[in-house]
Nanobody, 128 residues
Framework: VQLQASGGGLVQPGGSLILSCATS????????VGWFRQAPGKGREAVSC????????NYAESVKGRFTISRDIAKNMVYLQMNSLRPEDTTVYYC??????????????????????WGQGTLVTVSS
């Protein structure tokens, strides 16, 4: 499995960016996909995750209503639409996938530990 994230860059506060993640090597369409971010000196934070198995997307409270995760199975692509960006969104973003998603009490896990394949990061900088 290979993942390639792209789309990061410099954007002004209140602006938008779309991150893309090209995936390859999966034979099943019902795997989980996720976006994570990691600031310097901090642990990796889950931003959003999604699985076609239940069609429900989970979001961190800090990005709810601003970010949207989506997936194009035909193109093997995963996206993160980021709107109303804030300076505190500045960090490196990573995409991840997992062919055998974990569920706890029926809810898809967005835990870093439950995702086995990772792409390299793409830097998002929100600044005026």
């Amino acid at each position: 499995v290979q993942l390639q994230a792209s789309g990061g860059g410099l954007v002004q506060p209140g602006g938008s960016l779309i991150l893309s993640c090209a995936t390859s090597g999966f034979t099943s369409g019902h795997y989980a996909v996720g976006w994570f971010r990691q600031a310097p000196g901090k642990g990796r934070e889950a931003v959003s995750c999604f699985s076609d198995s239940d069609g429900v997307a989970n979001y961190a409270e800090s990005v709810k209503g601003r970010f949207t995760i989506s997936r194009d199975i035909a193109k093997n692509m995963v996206y993160l639409q980021m709107n109303s960006l804030r300076p505190e969104d500045t960090t490196v973003y990573y995409c991840a996938t997992e062919p055998f998603p974990s569920y706890y009490s029926g809810v898809l896990s967005c835990s870093e530990a439950d995702f086995g394949s990772w792409g390299q990061g793409t830097l998002v900088t929100v600044s005026s």
